[in-house]
């Protein structure tokens, strides 16, 4: 069973940044795409951005394309989500997830593998 550990939330002010870490227990690179989501309070979960097995092809959603960045640290088994320029409605929890072969970025129940989520707050 494969584990992710988020870590890296907190809270900040509109305009600044924050990167997220999710440490995975097994090895990840050409195996495990992986991605984001994240949850706000009421709302659906939404995929924030994923990347692919080899790390070739990433995919973002609209509402967060050009401030964040998905990138991976393969000798760690690492993903990390550097968060540029936020706003407060990014104000949500941030969930790790990795599965072997992904049918669709965005679809939460296309996804195996969750972490248990880390809160990012920006406050405006």
């Known amino acids: 069973e494969t584990q992710l550990v988020e870590s890296g939330g907190g809270s900040v002010q509109a305009g600044g940044s924050l990167r997220l870490s999710c440490a995975a227990s097994?090895?990840?690179?050409?195996?495990?795409?992986m991605g984001w989501f994240r949850q706000a309070p009421g709302k659906e979960r939404e995929g924030v951005t994923c990347?692919?097995?080899?790390?070739?092809?990433?995919y973002y959603a609209d509402s967060v394309k050009g401030r964040f960045t998905i990138s991976q640290d393969n000798t760690k088994n690492t993903l990390y989500l550097q968060m540029n320029s936020l706003k407060p409605e990014d104000t949500a929890v941030y969930y790790c997830?990795?599965?072997?072969?992904?049918?669709?970025?965005?679809?939460?129940?296309?996804?195996?593998?969750w972490g248990q989520g880390t809160q990012v707050t920006v406050s405006s």
């Open positions: 097994t090895y990840t690179y050409g195996r495990y795409s």
């Open positions: 990347v692919n097995a080899r790390g070739v092809n990433t």
């Open positions: 997830v990795a599965d072997f072969s992904v049918a669709s970025c965005y679809n939460p129940a296309a996804w195996r593998y």
